[in-house]
């Protein structure tokens, strides 16, 4: 055994490359999306470090270019998932009992590893299988993923230093040991960095994972899980089970072994492992730790100070890049009467310069979205805005599916605060403005606090800081992540822990300690040095 305290390296962003012109990294990243495209590839299922290949597969195709086949996964069943099940627990023997230094090593090396050698293949994957443009792709798969597992580590560290007081004649301590039974991590397709980090935080703190990725992103999480084991991750730590979510998550809800769930994805879908895990919860062994987060409805709130050439950067950036695919991604905006105009003029000429199209065509500002069903439902909604006399369409409102699914960045105007693209979630490229009478500030600000029932991100607008003060306060609750003269989007780890409350989820702040924590199971350990021999109290001398 090691006898010296170990300090985990103070980590640092991870730079973000331009892929200007002419750039290494340009020329790199461009051939490995070549080479990529030029391959099919065949995904099985990873389970106790063995390839498991099931015969039950679906392809793999490029959002942008839907008849273009990527290659094929296999997806798992009851059969699958509890084998995975035993995998880990076996593998927990090891794994939690291994001196926590060594885990961080591995979590260091997968993160040199990414922004390092597999960084072009995890860009190039994300963006043929998502359809992220090379700048959306870097700051997630790249950047943003290295982040998680530098921060983590060292979050990690941080947390164990806490220790209890000790007086005189006794010593206090506690131990932060990894929860027993297994974890269950569901990840989203929007973001690789989140499918890298649900099921690595709990790994990082010696849990044992079985990871069902969302079946429209299996492309880039086999890449990830080939990076885990080039890093030289245990098998069995992390089990790779890609399928329906009848097929593996019913299983791995009902487990008696489930000790926790580290999921993104829809309200409905964690509602319903909520009520699934309360239903049998009288079956497990323990009370599982349940951490999600279920998206938004996020709101640009500006004030009649602001300043309009900001807030529309904010719109366009906030509300369309990635397709308007992200949890935070601006979906609704509250604007006053007195600057709609100049608003208007300036954003919408802006939003007309947007070039959308192919991801490895680095000129282009947005692509794809990620699927049919997406795409039906996201022009169900401008649809029924072209159908509604409440609203009028300044922006977009075309799409196309005849070689991939694209959208046009689409901004809908409606006189009915209430109106149906204001309060739900759309998960695409469509704005929603309410342009309200300045002298109804303060009942605009409750609308805002009270329409939607969720409460991701949102930001404010305006110049005059007592301004500021008020709309803050009274808007302190619908937003985990708040941002002031700012996009509500591209939260940092290590800088704006990211999660909501409300319908958003459990706020439990991915990329911070805070996270962590939830997937620790804390021992107080009492050591007297000299016990009492004598049971009887000083009080007990007299009547």
């Known amino acids: 055994m090691s006898n010296a305290y170990f300090k985990v390296p103070e980590p640092i962003n991870e730079p973000i490359k331009n892929y200007a012109p002419g750039s290494p990294e340009k020329e790199e990243l461009k051939k490995k999306l070549a080479e990529l495209k030029s391959q099919q590839i065949e995904v099985p299922l990873i389970i106790g470090g063995e390839e498991i290949k099931t015969g039950k597969t679906a392809e793999m195709r490029m959002p942008h270019d839907k008849n273009h086949v990527l290659g094929v996964y296999h997806k798992a069943s009851k059969k699958e998932v509890e084998m995975a099940i035993e995998a880990a627990l076996e593998a927990r023997k090891e794994w939690a009992e291994m001196p926590w230094e060594q885990r961080v090593s591995v979590f260091l090396k997968m993160a040199d590893l990414l922004a390092g050698p597999w960084r072009a293949t995890l860009n190039a994957a994300t963006m043929l299988g998502q359809s992220k443009t090379v700048f959306q792709a870097e700051i997630d798969s790249a950047c943003e993923l290295t982040d998680f597992w530098r921060f983590n580590a060292y979050y990690m560290a941080e947390l164990m230093k806490d220790q209890p007081y000790s007086p005189r004649g006794m010593w206090n301590r506690v131990e932060y040991r990894p929860l027993e039974g297994f974890i269950f991590a569901v990840t989203p397709f929007n973001f690789t960095s989140i499918a890298g980090n649900l099921p690595t935080a709990p790994a990082l703190v010696g849990n044992v994972v079985l990871w069902k990725p969302a079946s429209s992103a299996v492309y880039s999480a086999y890449y990830l899980m080939k990076l885990f084991e080039a890093a030289g991750m245990p098998k069995g730590v992390i089990n790779f089970v890609p399928g329906t979510g009848g097929q ?5 809800l009902t487990s008696p072994h489930l000790a926790g769930i580290h999921f993104t994805g829809s309200t409905a879908t964690f509602q319903n492992m909520w009520r699934t895990v309360g239903e049998n919860i009288s079956n497990m062994k ?14 640009i709130f500006v004030h009649n100070s602001a300043d309009i050439d900001g807030v529309v950067v904010a719109a366009i950036r906030g509300a369309f890049e990635y397709q308007g695919q992200k949890c935070s991604a601006a979906s609704r905006m509250y604007i006053p009467k007195s600057r709609w105009d100049e608003f208007k003029e300036k954003y919408t000429a802006e939003v007309a310069k947007i070039k959308m199209g192919e991801p490895d065509d680095f000129t282009n500002f947005m692509t794809a979205v990620i699927d049919r069903n997406a795409f039906n439902t996201i022009t169900g909604y401008i649809k029924h805005a072209q159908e509604s006399d409440e ?3 300044i922006t977009g409102g075309n799409f196309d599916d005849s070689k991939g699914y694209f959208i046009e960045p689409t901004t809908i105007v409606t006189t ?9 979630e759309i998960f695409g490229p469509v704005l929603t403005i309410y342009v309200y009478d300045d002298d109804k500030f303060d009942e605009t600000l409750e609308l805002c606090d009270t329409t939607s029932p969720y409460a991701l991100t949102g930001a ?11 709309m803050s306060d009274k808007l302190r609750n619908a937003a985990g992540n708040f941002y002031i003269n700012d996009k509500p989007t591209a939260a940092v780890v290590g800088q704006q822990p990211f ?26 350990m009492k050591e007297t040095f000299v016990p009492p021999k004598d049971w009887r109290y000083p009080f007990m001398a007299e009547e």
Request: hydrophobic share 35%.
């Open 248 to 252: 593996v998550g019913t299983p791995a």
């Open 286 to 299: 323990y009370y599982p730790r349940i951490v999600g987060e279920t998206g938004g409805k996020d709101f």
């Open 391 to 393: 609203a009028e369409i």
């Open 416 to 424: 009915n605060p209430k109106f149906k693209t204001m309060g739900e």
């Open 460 to 470: 404010i607008w305006a110049q005059d800081r007592k301004v500021l003060l008020k």
């Open 499 to 524: 999660g909501g409350g409300r319908a958003s989820g459990t706020n439990d702040k991915a990329g911070s300690a805070m996270n962590l924590l939830r997937w620790m199971s804390v021992r107080t």
